[in-house]
């Protein structure tokens, strides 16, 4: 897939290097899985006029299956010819090459990428240095990655500025826009368990509803409920059975387009909050939903080459060398590492920071919400 936006006519300075010709270009393709050629089969009877002739037409095409050429599905791979769609949550890849199409040699060639949101400008390049020098019919190829966090429109601007041999400075600029979408719908509601005179209970019932809001269907690989320190959780969408437990969804838990799912999960207080009944009903917060859900055609297995690198918070440090290699992690395999932090501010506080980066593909993981800790000085008791 290879998409190629002229220049905004935003600033002048663009509008001028646009009417220029470069001795550079620029292409950017993003990076998704090919999908299964599709045909258009056309057929008719024997008795008709052309006869076999589609017949054997199709059996000479090399895109259609030998025996089945009837079949819309071919056996070639094609790939998107857009940006197509890209959901909240996914991680966004792109392929950027400059290429000299020149016959001379250009110098000091910087290639920058940003990524322009609603809210801020993010820097994509996987390195600020310029390259010396560009042969002639030689490229300069980066790939890209970012774990798309916001919704709405996105823009992606690439920028190439360059020398050439008279020692001219030459800039140009493009940009690639594309629409972040919502894949998942969310809904609560709370239900306050009954009970009559004789006995009395604090349970609460939440109701998940969770919608695919995408054309495609959906697999939802996990769907769970981290309770708040005040309460503790039994999920209810399990069926247990003489040898073992199965989701009530069944053993294949895709998601239709537009199909909406119920979860079930009960809340019950901690022995030690029990007895502070009209504190807990005041409460807000009582956990966090996660949410895990796989597109069809963004799943994939491959050996991954692990960086990891530590970042420090206002309050929260992390103890020991970051930027450390974890080395080489197989498919469906794990890997434990312990880790140990230092809170410096009391409080509820937020665990961030931790950067997991794939050295094959120079792709970065970003985890910055990994868990909520209650933070208390040790030489200070809860009643003072």
Request: overall charge negative; hydrophobic content about 40%; aromatic content about 8%.
């Amino acid at each position: 897939m290879r998409q190629e936006v002229h220049c905004s006519a935003a600033d002048k300075m663009d509008v001028n290097q646009a009417k220029q010709e470069h001795l550079l270009a620029l292409k950017v393709m993003r990076l998704t899985k090919p999908t299964l050629f599709t045909n258009m089969p056309v057929t008719c009877e024997d008795r008709d006029l052309p006869g076999d002739l589609f017949l054997r037409l199709m059996k000479d095409d090399p895109s259609t299956v030998k025996g089945a050429e009837t079949l819309i599905l071919g056996e070639m791979l094609t790939l998107p010819q857009n940006f197509g769609n890209i959901f909240l949550g996914e991680t966004f890849s792109s392929y950027i090459s400059v290429h000299n199409d020149s016959s001379q040699v250009v110098k000091d060639i910087l290639v920058k990428a940003d990524l322009q949101t609603s809210s801020q400008r993010l820097n994509l390049s996987a390195s600020n240095s310029a390259v010396s020098e560009l042969k002639p019919e030689c490229c300069i190829d980066d790939v890209i990655h970012h774990e798309v966090k916001e919704i709405g429109t996105h823009i992606l601007v690439c920028a190439v500025s360059y020398t050439t041999q008279t020692g001219e400075k030459l800039y140009f600029r493009k940009f690639f826009k594309f629409q972040v979408l919502k894949p998942l719908d969310v809904k609560t509601k709370f239900y306050n368990a009954e009970s009559d005179l004789s006995s009395v209970t604090d349970e609460v019932f939440l109701e998940a509803q969770i919608q695919n809001i995408t054309t495609s269907p959906m697999f939802m690989e996990k769907v769970s409920l981290e309770p708040s320190m005040m309460y503790n959780v039994t999920e209810l969408n399990n069926v247990a059975s003489a040898d073992e437990s199965m989701s009530t969804f069944g053993k294949m838990s895709y998601l239709q387009p537009l199909d909406t799912r119920q979860y079930l999960y009960c809340l019950k207080p901690k022995p030690e909050h029990a007895e502070k009944a009209g504190v807990i009903k005041g409460v807000t917060v009582i956990g966090k939903l996660d949410i895990v859900s796989l597109a069809l055609f963004t799943t994939s297995e491959r050996t991954m080459d692990l960086l990891l690198e530590m970042c420090n918070t206002r309050s929260v440090h992390w103890c020991g060398v970051s930027g450390r290699q974890l080395g080489k992690l197989s498919p469906s395999s794990s890997l434990s590492i312990p880790l140990k932090l230092l809170c410096s501010v009391q409080g509820l506080q937020l665990i961030s920071g931790l950067r997991l980066t794939d050295t094959f593909l120079k792709r970065t993981y970003e985890y910055d919400d990994i868990a909520h800790v209650l933070v208390v000085c040790p030489f200070i008791s809860p009643e003072s």
